[in-house]
């Protein structure tokens, strides 16, 4: 009996170990794999950057703004694409919180339609922060009050991003322009109808996410309270649409007299498969040319705006 | 709190120290208060429900031992009992609508309203626990159980409330009242099986959740081929969902020293035959059926029409139980149909020594199941017809959905056939335990690390819940 005891509490203790040897060496490697500047672990290097303007946003900021050709309108101020796939309005507040710890920038281009539920699986991304930034480790624990006892498991941060991870390191063609990722190929007009019926439900109000709306406008205060110049985008859909909680955001918009450059209706992108890798996010060539209309329309934003950049 | 949820394993944790801690006299009290807390976790007016048919069936048997006389009538009462709420909650509403459309198309102006009562979650387990108690005592295999403890926690005991398995009175009972001490195998064991539970559930059936629920949830929308591949995927997404439920409810059984009945053999990869899958399925549920109503039913008849209608009566029963619905029904019906094909062709029977031969069984009962489980899984006779027009055209497009998810999918579904051919009538626990260490610790550490990678780790709930 008393053996049996000893060697339960022996085998326990040595699983628990193995467990998290087991965890660490994943995890270690799967960080090394993933710190460059790839759509995965972003957070990793862009605390590392120092740039004037950055783009924020979900997987359509990444996939979208060319920084080279955003900066050759903007007098060669450097920019930098912080955006991230599946990431919501408490990512980008969490991430734009790291940033400031070393710099603070002079405008964000903020790609809106981050507010939806279904963005929500990027956010342990901050797992390495959670005890060392206080923004970072009220954000997580205020989404999962058990974070605290999730992070105690180092691999859970990787949930679900070994795939992400591994393509982006395997695959040379992923690498980055200034935190920018292009994607290559045109869209496949037979997934077309599939994509409508998935846009409904992502645009439904039940997808509305309030406290992804809360940290949406806490972004915004901090960009007031740091005279950062913030300028809403929403970029052009194969098909026309506006994201879940877009009249709050343009009422927003509105009441701070912040810009909010749509997109979205321009005849020039709407039904133009050309342009497209699928219905809602542009390919290498649409976002060439979207990168330019953005320079064009930022350039005039700054110069007629009051939030003029120091340009 | 789901089983695959931090809180219950932090629940799960406390119970299991309490449990060692405490004097013996006291355990079976704190497994009854776990059993009753989990149970209110999920809605406190279930547990109401749970404690008067506890009560009733505690106060019938006792009765039926006490007045022999009486047995019948009892019997009787607790058949009314017992069938009536599940009538109630599970089937109420669908015979409204039948009633309501036969008289609608009569011409009769006569309406039967409808309620919208929740299902309260595991009665159809624990009502079928509580029926198989009674009879046991009404056919004297059995005495009434004297304890009200030991009753309530045979129908409450809480790795098993919410989906079984489907638990017999005379092998609980014994367990309930025998000391369990802490041993190193129990506890080896458990972790083992949970382990593999939540490999199954986490790694394969929310992973094909999330594709088939898709294409389900759309079907004109989809090509032939997506059809034909969502149709295939989802026998294992079931297996893999109530399977992965029951390897975590028998393994957490075991921590408390407790033997749950096996409730899978590996029945979509090893199967040869649907009457060897039958051997190896839902096994709970099947024995139950065949203990509690197909036997009652042949009484000592042989003759094969009787045997082949008996055979129709179990598997309607056992549709009915998934449900309210004509799909299920239909489920049943071929279910009863492919097993009476069997056995006048002598197909069920016939065991070949040729691997190729083997294989090719296997792969052509997979087809059927899986044809069937489309009734299964559809939700009316619309999205039947839809489906098999869609799947008529003949388009070979393919929708992937996510190629994150299709990925881990794909990944997670191959280990887990690697395993089960590897298994074939074991349970994960015992062929885990004839290998060497460096295989057994390089598997649990390989499990645990790929739940974590690939898993979803969002605790969606079991698909058998509903039911």
Redesign the interface.
């Known amino acids: 009996m008393k053996n049996s005891k000893m060697k339960l509490i022996y085998k326990i203790g040595l699983a628990i170990a193995l467990f998290y040897a087991a965890n660490w060496i994943v995890y270690g490697a799967l960080q090394q794999m993933g710190a460059g500047e790839t759509n995965y672990l972003k957070i990793n290097s862009i605390q590392r950057t120092q740039a004037d303007v950055y783009i924020f946003g979900a997987s359509r900021a990444l996939r979208h703004y060319n920084p080279a050709i955003i900066s050759s309108y903007l007098s060669s101020s450097s920019v930098y694409n912080a955006g991230v796939a599946s990431s919501n309005a408490a990512y980008q507040y969490c991430m734009l919180n790291l940033l400031l710890e070393n710099h603070t920038p002079e405008a964000i281009l903020y790609e809106i339609g981050d507010l939806g539920k279904n963005l929500d699986g990027a956010i342990a991304d901050f797992f390495p922060y959670y005890d060392k930034n206080k923004e970072v480790h009220e954000v997580l624990r205020k989404r999962d009050p058990l974070a605290g006892i999730k992070f105690a498991i180092p691999l859970y941060a990787m949930n679900q991003k070994i795939f992400g991870i591994t393509h982006a390191y395997l695959n040379s063609s992923d690498s980055s322009i200034e935190g920018f990722i292009p994607r290559r190929g045109t869209l496949d007009l037979a997934q077309i109808p599939i994509a409508r019926q998935t846009d409904k439900k992502l645009q439904a109000d039940e997808n509305f996410d309030p406290l992804a709306w809360n940290y949406f406008v806490r972004f915004a205060n901090l960009c007031r309270d740091k005279n950062i110049t913030l300028i809403y985008l929403y970029s052009p859909r194969y098909t026309m649409a506006k994201p879940v909680g877009f009249d709050l955001i343009k009422n927003f918009s509105e009441d701070h007299s912040i810009e909010l450059l749509d997109f979205s209706e321009d005849r020039k992108y709407l039904d133009n498969a050309e342009l497209f890798v699928d219905w809602h996010h542009l390919n290498e060539k649409g976002a060439d040319i979207f990168s330019n209309d953005v320079g064009i329309a930022v350039q005039k934003s700054l110069h007629e705006g009051k939030r003029c950049l120091a340009l | 709190m789901q089983f695959t949820s931090?809180?219950f394993f932090?629940f799960l944790f406390a119970v299991v120290v309490l449990y060692y801690v405490l004097p013996k006299r006291y355990r079976n009290w704190l497994l009854l208060a776990a059993s009753y807390y989990f149970y209110f976790s999920f809605k406190a007016e279930y547990l109401i429900i749970l404690l008067g048919s506890t009560a009733f069936n505690y106060f019938t048997a006792k009765a039926m031992d006490n007045h022999p006389q009486r047995k019948k009538l009892l019997l009787g009462l607790a058949l009314v009992f017992n069938i009536g709420l599940l009538f109630l909650f599970k089937y109420f509403n669908f015979f409204s609508d039948q009633l309501n459309a036969l008289f609608r198309s009569a011409s009769l102006d006569i309406s039967i309203p409808k309620y919208s009562l929740i299902l309260p979650i595991g009665i159809s387990f624990y009502t079928f626990m509580a029926l198989g108690y009674i009879l046991d005592v009404y056919w004297g295999d059995i005495k009434h159980q004297r304890n009200y403890l030991t009753l309530s926690l045979y129908l409450a005991f809480f790795p098993q409330i919410l989906c079984g398995p489907i638990g017999r009175a005379k092998n609980l009972f014994k367990q309930f009242t025998t000391e369990h001490?802490?041993?190193?195998d129990n506890?080896?064991n458990g972790?083992r099986l949970i382990l593999w539970g939540l490999f199954m559930k986490m790694v394969v059936a929310d992973n094909i959740a999330l594709y088939v629920d898709a294409i389900y949830g759309?079907i004109p929308?989809?090509?032939s081929l997506t059809l034909i591949v969502a149709a295939l995927l989802y026998p294992f997404q079931l297996y893999t969902d109530f399977g992965g439920y029951t390897n975590i409810a028998r393994g957490v059984a075991k921590l408390f020293g407790y033997d749950l009945m096996v409730n899978f053999r590996t029945p979509y990869v090893n199967s040869t035959s649907v009457t060897d899958y039958w051997r190896r399925n839902h096994i709970s549920l099947t024995s139950w059926v065949r203990e509690y109503v197909f036997f009652p039913f042949m009484g000592s008849s042989t003759s094969k029409p009787k045997v082949y209608l008996g055979i129709l009566v179990m598997f309607l029963v056992m549709g009915f139980w998934h449900g309210a619905g004509w799909m299920f029904l239909i489920w049943g019906l071929i279910q009863s149909g492919y097993l009476i094909f069997e056995d006048a062709t002598g197909l069920g029977r016939k065991k070949s020594a040729n691997v190729i031969v083997n294989t090719l069984k296997r792969a052509a009962t997979y087809l059927a199941l899986a044809f069937g489980l489309m009734f299964f899984r559809l939700p009316s006779f619309k999205h039947m017809k839809e489906h098999i027009a869609n799947t008529a055209k003949f388009s070979l497009?393919f929708?992937y959905g996510s190629?994150?998810i299709f990925?881990?999918m794909s990944f997670g579904l191959s280990i887990l056939v690697l395993f089960e051919i590897l298994l074939n009538k074991k349970q994960f626990d015992e062929w885990i335990d004839s290998h060497r260490v460096i295989t057994r610790?390089g598997t649990?550490?390989g499990l645990?690390?790929t739940i974590?990678?690939?898993?979803?780790?969002e605790s969606m709930a079991f698909i058998y819940e509903k039911f």
């Open positions: 931090i809180p932090l001490l802490m041993a190193y506890f080896a972790f759309n929308m989809h090509s497009n929708y190629a994150t990925t881990y610790w649990y550490l645990a690390v974590l990678l690939i898993g979803n780790l």
